[in-house]
């Protein structure tokens, strides 16, 4: 009998550790190519800063760089920064991006937003929505709930320039982003 109650103690504490969710921790990316596909992840989605340090609400140009060099990317994505957002209109996804060329003739980059995806309801997978590439100029909003540039209340994020040296991109009117600053892969 007290064999049985040790046996059912044990298969007791099993379950209940196979119950408890998946909130925090590593990807195993022994086999992962690229980390930014491992983001698809919708508990990663949701609140991407459980498993890695991030960075909250803006990042600038000369930040991107020490993340890009932290993240597990494949050859065409390297150099990218990566952001996790949730929009204004509650929709979570994420995207890729990078600066290029001089844009305008104070020689500010435009900013250019790759694989973009959002999810109107993440913990289904309802909803998606991608975007190959949206090219945002300084001092332009992107809705990203639609993929377009925009004025006004409906934009998720903002390329705020105020020179070519304070570069910065940001989350406005309620959306949340997050900049992974380290690897989620196991080392």
């Not at 969710?21 to 596909?37: H, I, L």
């Not at 989605?45 to 060099?69: C, F, M």
């Not at 949730?86 to 890729?96: E, I, P």
């Amino acid at each position: 009998m007290i064999r049985f109650a040790s046996n059912l103690a044990a298969l007791s504490a099993s379950f209940l550790l196979f119950a408890q969710p998946a909130v925090s921790g590593t990807f195993d990316c022994s086999v992962v190519y690229d980390e930014y596909d491992s983001f698809m992840n919708k508990n990663y989605l949701i609140k991407p800063d459980a498993y890695v340090r991030t960075l909250q609400g803006k990042i600038s140009q000369a930040e991107t760089g020490n993340q890009a060099n932290a993240l597990l990317l494949s050859p065409h994505r390297l150099g990218m920064g990566a952001a996790v957002v949730q929009t204004n209109k509650n929709a979570y996804g994420k995207f890729l991006f990078s600066w290029s060329g001089r844009g305008d003739l104070r020689g500010t980059p435009l900013l250019i937003l790759r694989d973009v995806t959002t999810f109107k309801n993440v913990q289904d997978g309802n909803g998606r929505r991608a975007y190959r590439e949206i090219r945002v100029s300084a001092s332009q909003m992107v809705d990203l709930d639609t993929g377009r540039a925009t004025q006004g209340e409906g934009a998720d994020i903002r390329y705020n320039a105020s020179d070519p040296k304070q570069i910065v991109l940001e989350a406005i009117n309620g959306a949340k982003i997050s900049f992974p600053m380290e690897t989620a892969c196991r080392q």
